[in-house]
């Protein structure tokens, strides 16, 4: 069980991680639609293009857009592209860096369904039996172009009376799956070789721009995180100081009226509401949470977040410069309980 919640742990602390898996769980949901699909072409000169082409090129664009959607980084993309500059300038360069990491993720289904249909042939076939030149098969020779044309639309469908048993038909279909399993292999090979050459030619050159633009890309999906929960943490906080002023103000209110009376005949007196106790963070973080009382200012704070962001430069903290920029976790007071893992 140890093993499982610090695998989830890791999971639910790195996004990278997350999009990995949801990328890999994607292309296992590509390769079981392929292999559930039952592909019937319509065997019709005017309607085997389309339905070939369509069921290449729709299903991986499908799929391209729910990579899009699952990613969390692309609506952070988005954000970080469209927001006002503010006090911190925007740079392009996380931007591009952003793109290429969602698309990279996003077309790993979309190519494994284009690759596992062209190493199939059946949606190839389909799309261009009716295109193959008839001169380079010799059983044609004796048929009207009208008879081809008629002849080349059944070459999907092996079944049918007209091309039964017809080598010329096995002939075509031998072809176009041929020359759809090569198209395939040469797209695999050349995307394999890209790969390799990515990977091996990327320690060659200097990696400071590259670690800096991967650094502040993190950054800024993990701000809005820390945001987002920051402000989940308030609006349960402020929640809670409404029913219990709520409920201290009902209580006042019955007292008045004489509404809660003990059997003497003596207001009962009214328990002491408490203020929610404070957290781990100390007062100082519930004390800032805790100063923004009343709608208004959530509205301000929430509109001012989004049109000027505070600037990235931070006073030193005495703590820092005591201690450095250490991996320890710092010492707690006795009683108090700290997080198993502390990110750096």
């Known amino acids: 069980m140890d093993k499982f919640r610090m695998l989830f742990q890791h999971f639910q602390s790195s996004s990278e991680s997350v999009m990995n898996g949801i990328c890999l769980l994607l292309a296992v949901v590509t390769v079981k639609l392929y292999s559930s699909f039952d592909f019937n072409c319509p065997c019709l000169a005017r309607y085997n293009t389309l339905y070939g082409l369509g069921l290449l090129l729709m299903p991986p664009l499908a799929l391209f857009l729910c990579g899009l959607l699952a990613n969390r980084q692309s609506t952070v993309m988005v954000e970080e592209w469209h927001r006002p500059e503010g006090h911190r300038r925007k740079d392009p360069g996380i931007i591009r860096y952003m793109c290429f990491s969602v698309l990279q993720r996003a077309l790993a289904a979309p190519l494994l369904w284009i690759l596992l249909a062209l190493l199939d042939g059946?949606?190839?076939?389909?799309?261009?039996?009716?295109?193959?030149?008839?001169?380079?098969?010799?059983?044609?020779?004796?048929?009207?172009?009208?008879?081809?044309?008629?002849?080349?639309?059944?070459?999907?469908?092996?079944?049918?009376?007209?091309?039964?048993?017809?080598?010329?038909?096995?002939?075509?279909?031998?072809?176009?799956?041929?020359?759809?399993?090569?198209?395939?292999?040469?797209?695999?090979?050349?995307?394999?070789?890209v790969a390799f050459l990515a990977r091996c030619l990327r320690p060659c050159f200097d990696q400071t721009v590259f670690l800096q633009r991967r650094y502040w890309s993190n950054y800024v999906d993990l701000e809005q995180k820390l945001f987002d929960e920051t402000c989940c943490e308030h609006a349960r906080d402020f929640a809670h100081r409404c029913v219990l002023h709520f409920f201290a103000s009902m209580q006042s209110e019955m007292?008045?009226?004489?509404?809660?009376?003990?059997?003497?005949?003596?207001?009962?007196?009214?328990?002491?509401?408490?203020?929610?106790?404070?957290?781990?963070?100390?007062?100082?973080?519930?004390?800032?949470?805790?100063?923004?009382?009343?709608?208004?200012?959530?509205?301000?704070?929430?509109?001012?977040?989004?049109?000027?962001?505070?600037?990235?430069?931070?006073?030193?903290?005495?703590?820092?410069?005591?201690?450095?920029?250490?991996?320890?976790?710092?010492?707690?007071?006795?009683?108090?309980?700290?997080?198993?893992?502390?990110?750096?």
């Open 122 to 193: 059946k949606c190839f076939v389909c799309a261009f039996s009716s295109s193959v030149d008839p001169e380079k098969f010799l059983d044609f020779a004796n048929m009207t172009p009208s008879q081809v044309q008629l002849f080349l639309a059944k070459v999907p469908c092996k079944e049918d009376e007209l091309v039964r048993d017809s080598p010329a038909r096995k002939a075509v279909s031998r072809y176009l799956r041929c020359l759809s399993q090569a198209i395939g292999w040469s797209i695999t090979l050349l995307l394999i070789v």
């Open 255 to 344: 007292q008045v009226r004489g509404l809660r009376r003990d059997s003497a005949g003596r207001a009962a007196e009214p328990p002491k509401m408490s203020e929610p106790t404070e957290g781990v963070d100390g007062g100082s973080g519930k004390a800032h949470l805790r100063a923004v009382s009343s709608r208004e200012q959530v509205n301000l704070l929430l509109s001012t977040w989004y049109s000027s962001k505070p600037p990235l430069n931070l006073p030193r903290s005495p703590w820092l410069g005591e201690h450095g920029l250490s991996h320890r976790a710092p010492t707690a007071a006795p009683g108090t309980r700290l997080s198993q893992h502390t990110d750096v």
